[in-house]
């Protein structure tokens, strides 16, 4: 009775507040009134509503006790669809313009040797998550962990897979967590033990995620093994003592009158947020030592991601990139690159500056530069060494959850800085890693197979002695993977041979059951250019001199390129590969820097001698011009 | 950087010059016949023997003294390092449409610092004998009431040639300036652009002046031969 009443009213203060604008309905939150202050979130918490009545709002001392739907609580001033459509939910959704490609899902599983980028979207390079088959859920059980819920997360319901329909009315669907970006409070839980990155890939909770990553909550249990029709309104009576379902803790103090929540809500997401799912760290030494490392500079210098990375209600992030206008219709693309802020060209009025961004100078840089490199070339990522090396991610190694292996070798096996020829054209920086996978191939088409088809030919062969420690590659040898492929090649269709790619290459067994291996697109690696984190101006290439690049030693013409693989003695590739530059052409130019000290002497000199005689001359003529008019001439 | 204004105007530059040496070419009527002889028949359209023949008019008088070897040298590798630089500087920028880059960068920039180099010489050694001190403008010295102390009458195309002299000589200083002074971290981008226009703007005079030049020195030689 009391919930359908504050229901209500909580529902009339909406109403009463909703405008109605070109007619769509706007909600309370989703104009802002231009006030640069925070807005107080002291908002009622409401849960996922029986299907055709109203969300009933949550009360800390009801029984049970229910998980907040953000769909519901924050959906009720914000437009939940319109934010659906935003960058990061909308991978599912054909429709939307691929954009640049960016880091994928990688699927890697040391046991049968494989890593493979995995994504909704149809970056080129990557493979739809069901080509391995992996169902919406089995996605949501390897990345759900840093997804904030949305796109994917709400399809559960929507699976190829019959009975995981019918449990996701147990584990409910995977909302947007508004709170993974928004949730300004230093105790907000994503990563932790009982955090949200845990609650979707251990226990499957779904439902309770977001309410496990609030600060004022804390949810124990687990929706694994509840039978389908459990049904987390109700009280839940089993005679299995092991089915502990999900069960939810308000902290009291959290509620105040009406039983309304405060949430700490920041519009810009705090950097902490993005961190969680947007980490980088390098390997040294087999460790991902952070204190070693600096952060973006222009984070040290006090900007946080949202002041770049800009979107209005619909979430239609800017990513930063030079020609994202062509690709997004987010009004401030133009003005969120590098050059939006640095030299503010692109506007029609100056807009240089922003953030007090200093207008560079580039003093003895060849304007062509500007034509072959992206910002990113000379000032991202590591300054670059004879060779690449290892990193993690967040998305790609589950960084900042409990329990993720800290091992540095654990795959996937990321490489950076690449120096490599982008989709604009020019040479960036970019992160690396050589697929390897189980395929089919037929008529030149390489499809992989699916994980469990692998699991079923490779466990007999890549047993646990050839197991790393670290979570790298297996000891894999010829013979095994000779093993391996007979074995795949007896669950095939005939007329169809079964592959492994790996290292850039794509082996097969010839007629006579040899392992041979040729060069392939399919195992090309995958590539997706890097911003962050981005150098000082004085640590940026070229600062010292040309020699910084151009010399036939210099790591980002020549610099190698390891080529990852659980088979040994790969040959590393040059960074010139890459570049698409000819190796010639490029190491002759490099070798004419020798010369180039010499030339600016003989250039100089011939300048002074040049312009010696013409002050000669001149004077002479000047001379001989006074005395003419003078009329002393003799 | 935008280059079809540049391409435009070096295009126009070096049709320009070339059309009017055509034209100057037809109106001289150059005294083939006490060149070649009259009975040359189509020899002087063989073009290998043409080329042979351009080339010598550009042989200047050898002198058997270290110096004059020099000059002589030092003319020739400088007309070969300019065509070098011409067809690596404009070819792409005329005919591509675009900036010079590759292995065109890489020989120009070789061929560069030696043609600077020979120019340099050539301005300590030719400077004096491109002195303006002939009467070759009457008019101006009845205006000026000056006598000239040289009474030798200047050669036809003579005064030409000076300026030529000059102006090259002039307009290589921003050529080679423009170009050194880019490869310091002094000037950042827009000071590069800059550079690069003066450059490229310079060099076309420098190239239009050379070649009025060369086209002058060899039809001169060719009037010389005649005479003999």
Not at chain 1, 356 to 375: N, Q, V, Y
Request: proline share 6%.
């Amino acid at each position: 009775m009391r919930n359908g009443l504050l229901a209500k009213s909580l529902f009339l203060v909406v109403v009463l507040a909703t405008g109605i604008a070109d007619g769509v309905e706007a909600k309370l939150g989703d104009t802002p009134d231009g006030s640069r202050s925070n807005f107080v979130h002291l908002i009622p918490l409401l849960a996922e509503p029986v299907a055709g009545k109203e969300p009933d709002q949550i009360h800390p001392d009801s029984d049970p006790v229910l998980p907040f739907s953000t769909k519901q609580t924050c959906g009720a001033c914000h437009s939940y669809d319109k934010i659906s459509d935003g960058w990061h939910f909308n991978a599912i959704d054909p429709n939307v313009n691929l954009g640049r490609k960016g880091q994928p899902w990688i699927f890697a599983d040391p046991t049968s040797a494989t890593q493979i980028p995995l994504s909704y979207r149809k970056w080129p390079g990557t493979f739809r998550p069901e080509q391995i088959g992996l169902t919406p859920m089995a996605f949501l059980q390897s990345f759900g962990r840093q997804m904030p819920g949305g796109g994917i997360g709400e399809m559960v319901d929507k699976s190829d897979n019959p009975e995981e329909v019918l449990k996701s009315e147990v584990t409910g669907k995977l909302e947007i967590n508004c709170l993974a970006c928004h949730d300004g409070n230093p105790e907000m839980d994503m990563g932790g033990a009982s955090g949200y990155a845990i609650q979707v890939i251990l226990r499957g909770n779904y439902r309770w995620a977001a309410t496990a990553s609030c600060e004022f909550a804390y949810v124990t249990g687990s929706v694994k093994g509840l039978p389908n029709e459990y049904d987390f309104r109700a009280p839940f009576t089993s005679g299995d003592s092991k089915l502990k379902p999900p069960v939810v803790a308000y902290r009291k103090e959290a509620f105040g009158h009406n039983d309304w929540a405060g949430f700490d809500i920041r519009r810009e997401p705090p950097k902490q947020r993005c961190y969680f799912c947007h980490s980088n760290i390098d390997v040294q030494d087999g460790k991902t030592e952070k204190w070693f490392r600096d952060e973006d500079v222009h984070i040290a210098s006090g900007l946080i991601c949202a002041d770049c990375h800009r979107n209005g209600l619909d979430h239609n992030i800017t990513r930063g990139y030079a020609v994202e206008s062509r690709d997004s219709n987010n009004p401030l693309t133009t003005i969120s690159s590098c050059e939006g802020c640095h030299l503010g060209k692109n506007g029609e009025k100056p807009v240089a500056g922003r953030f007090a961004a200093p207008t560079p100078k580039h003093a003895g840089i060849p304007p062509s530069h500007f034509d072959k490199l992206s910002c990113t070339a000379c000032h991202s990522g590591p300054w670059p060494a004879n060779e690449t090396i290892r990193t993690k991610t967040a998305r790609a190694h589950a960084l900042g959850i409990a329990g993720a292996s800290k091992e540095g070798e654990i795959l996937p096996h990321l490489l950076y800085p690449v120096f490599a020829k982008g989709q604009d054209g020019k040479i960036g920086v970019f992160k690396l890693f050589w697929p390897a996978y189980w395929a089919t191939m037929s008529e030149g088409n390489v499809t992989p197979l699916a994980m469990e088809t692998v699991k079923s030919a490779t466990s007999r062969v890549i047993t646990r002695t050839a197991f790393s420690k670290t979570g790298s590659w297996p000891d894999l040898k010829d013979e095994d993977i000779v093993k391996i492929l007979t074995a795949l090649g007896e669950k095939v269709d005939a007329g169809v041979k079964s592959v492994y790619v790996t290292g850039g290459k794509l082996y097969s067994l010839d007629a006579g059951g040899k392992l041979v291996s040729a060069d392939s697109k399919m195992a090309e690696p995958y590539m997706w250019p890097i911003a962050h984190d981005i150098r000082p101006a004085a640590q940026s290439l070229g600062v010292r001199n040309c020699q910084d690049c151009h010399t036939t030693n210099s790591p980002f013409l020549f610099g190698l390129v390891s080529v990852d693989s659980p088979l040994k003695n790969l040959t590393a590739k040059e960074m010139v590969a890459f570049e698409k530059l000819p190796r010639c052409y490029t190491r002759a130019f490099a070798f004419s820097f020798v010369f180039r000290p010499w030339l600016k002497v003989v250039a100089i000199l011939s300048s002074l001698v040049i312009m010696g005689v013409l002050v000669l001359y001149a004077l002479k003529a000047l001379g001989f011009v006074a005395k003419v008019v003078v009329g002393d001439e003799k | 950087m935008d280059v079809s204004m540049f391409r435009t105007v070096a295009a126009a530059g070096f049709a320009a010059v070339i059309a009017a040496i055509l034209l100057h070419f037809i109106v001289s009527k150059p005294k083939f016949d006490d060149v070649f002889g009259k009975d040359r028949g189509l020899r002087i359209l063989d073009p290998l023997r043409l080329v042979v023949f351009l080339k010598t008019l550009l042989f200047i008088e050898q002198k058997w003294s270290l110096v004059g070897v020099l000059r002589k040298l030092v003319f020739l590798l400088a007309i070969l390092c300019f065509v070098v630089l011409v067809i690596t500087g404009f070819t792409p920028m005329i005919f591509l449409g675009k900036s010079i880059t590759g292995w065109w960068l890489m020989i120009h920039a070789t061929a560069a610092p030696v043609f600077a180099a020979c120019v340099a010489i050539l301005a300590v050694l030719w400077a004096d004998k491109n002195r303006l001190d002939k009467s070759y403008c009457p008019l101006l010295n009845r205006i000026l009431d000056r006598n000239p102390k040289s009474t030798v009458a200047p050669e036809k195309h003579e005064l030409k040639l000076r300026i030529c002299f000059w102006a090259i000589l002039t307009m290589s200083l921003p050529v080679i300036l423009s170009a050194v002074v880019s490869m310091f971290p002094i000037f950042g981008t827009h000071g590069q652009e800059v550079l690069l226009q003066i450059h490229r703007y310079s060099t076309l005079l420098l190239s239009l002046f050379a070649i009025i030049y060369l086209y002058l020195a060899a039809l001169t030689e060719m009037n010389r031969i005649a005479a003999k």
